[in-house]
């Protein structure tokens, strides 16, 4: 019989929990349709706000600090590694090794208690700091189901007193039941108000004790791993002077792509060779059986002969007033005439041949009586084309192709760029040293490849 009375007492507090619900169901509905009043408080309802925007940022920190934590033990397991290396390479006869591993079981040490420390400072206390939010977000929902409860008892109260026929009996039961529904939510309204206002200024000097400690404690940390840096620093100083001999030399990246000039030496190879059989080819005969005038013009190597450059009577002036107008005459006539060699030349060499190699052009200031005319020019037409900055060796640098450029220490080299960006090979540059570029003005003989990591870039 008392297990059947059991049975009764929790089949009758399961019905009674249903009705609640569907109480609190039907008070909703209403109120959200309007036709019923509801209670609001907006002080609480701020406060309420408050406690959500609280918790989110606890949470929030609580999650970045995890992160963090896990960052600290990661890099300590990436210290200990590299300080376990160090001790395998550091060989026992080398000056320091002592030290050396006594240099790294403090690193372990100084790493193992600092991530102890931010655990115990931090993260418990962040911890302890958000446990007490759960209970007192169960108590709002539940503050919340009891201001329902208390304005379903106040509508009934109220619908009782105002129906035409009115029943004492019920009317006295449904103003017990409202009192003693204002009664539970009073009780626990007071104590929220009073408990998430403290909640809420409590926040300030729980980020600040937070972050003072793991400042504190990253302070105190580094200022020790300062001291271990500087003491290693010191072993292997003493390791380098000891054997300063054996310096560590600086190597140029590999070229892993095709020789730069090998396309323009194939060129230059095929035009040498079919040169000497263009000269030895004939015109063929007028139809009128005239004599062939050959011109007095001639190239070799694309380069005019002296004699081409001279006009009749350039140097004879009409009057021994005008000496400097016949000079001038004399040079317009010999430059007309060199740029019609020149034009013949290449139309031979285009007729000839499609792979030629690009003849460049370069132009020099005119002197009159040793000045330069358009002295304001810039830098830079000083320049080889396509100047880009210059660089200095900071090492000598061996060649080890005939594209490659011979480098000193101290060496200025103007960087240019590559015909075809495609050939350049990773941490190398074309250029041509500033030298060969002043004496020869050349830059299809001058100029090179070099690595990159032996300079330093000066403009």
């Not at 009375?5 to 507090?13: I, L, P």
């Not at 019609?340 to 052009?361: H, N, R, W």
Request: hydrophobic share 35%; charged share 30%; aromatic share 6%.
């Amino acid at each position: 019989m008392a297990e059947l009375g059991s049975k009764g007492v929790t089949a009758g507090k399961i019905a009674s929990n249903v009705q609640k619900k569907l109480t609190r169901a039907q008070e909703k509905v209403l109120q959200k349709l309007g036709k019923a009043d509801e209670t609001k408080d907006e002080q609480f309802e701020q406060c309420v706000q408050n406690f959500n925007k609280q918790l989110s940022e606890g949470t929030r920190l609580q999650k970045d600090l995890r992160t963090y934590l896990a960052s600290v033990k990661a890099m300590h397991e990436a210290s200990k590694k590299l300080t376990e290396c160090l001790q395998e390479v550091y060989e026992p006869d080398w000056p320091g090794r002592d030290d050396t591993n006594k240099i790294a079981e403090n690193n372990d040490l100084l790493w193992t208690d600092f991530h102890q420390k931010l655990v115990d400072q931090a993260l418990l206390t962040m911890d302890t700091y958000l446990g007490q939010f759960p209970d007192i977000k169960s108590r709002i929902a539940k503050r919340g189901r009891k201001l329902v409860d208390y304005d379903s008892a106040r509508h009934h109260f109220e619908a009782l007193q105002t129906a035409k026929k009115k029943d004492e009996t019920k009317i006295a039961k449904a103003e017990e039941e409202l009192v003693k529904a204002q009664k539970v939510f009073e009780e626990m309204n007071v104590d929220l108000q009073e408990e998430l206002p403290s909640l809420w200024n409590s926040r300030v000097g729980f980020y600040v004790n937070t972050f003072q400690s793991i400042a504190g404690l990253e302070e105190n940390f580094h200022k020790e791993m300062s001291k271990l840096n500087q003491n290693l620093h010191d072993v292997l100083l003493g390791l380098d002077k000891q054997y300063s001999g054996n310096a560590f030399p600086v190597k140029a990246q590999p070229r892993k792509k095709t020789k730069l000039f090998a396309r323009l030496r194939k060129k230059m190879s095929r035009y040498r060779d079919s040169t000497p059989a263009k000269a030895n080819k004939s015109p063929s005969p007028p139809p009128d059986g005239s004599p062939i005038t050959s011109p007095e013009t001639k190239t070799v190597n694309h380069e005019l002969e002296p004699s081409t450059l001279e006009a009749p009577g350039a140097s004879i002036p009409k009057s021994p007033s005008q000496p400097a107008e016949a000079a001038h005459a004399g040079a317009e006539a010999a430059g007309s005439e060199a740029a019609a060699g020149a034009e013949a030349s290449k139309t031979e060499a285009d007729s000839g041949s499609s792979s030629l190699p690009a003849v460049v052009v370069e132009t020099f200031p005119a002197t009159v009586n040793g000045t330069v005319e358009g002295g304001a020019s810039s830098e830079r037409s000083d320049m080889p084309p396509g100047f880009l900055f210059k660089v200095q060796a900071m090492h000598d640098y061996v060649a080890t192709d005939s594209d490659e450029l011979q480098l000193k220490a101290g060496d200025v080299v103007l960087v240019i760029p590559f015909e075809n960006p495609e050939e350049q090979d990773e941490g190398w540059l074309m250029g041509v040293k500033e030298s060969d570029w002043i004496q020869h003005k050349e830059l299809d003989q001058c100029r090179g490849v070099f690595p990159e990591n032996f300079t330093e870039r000066v403009q």
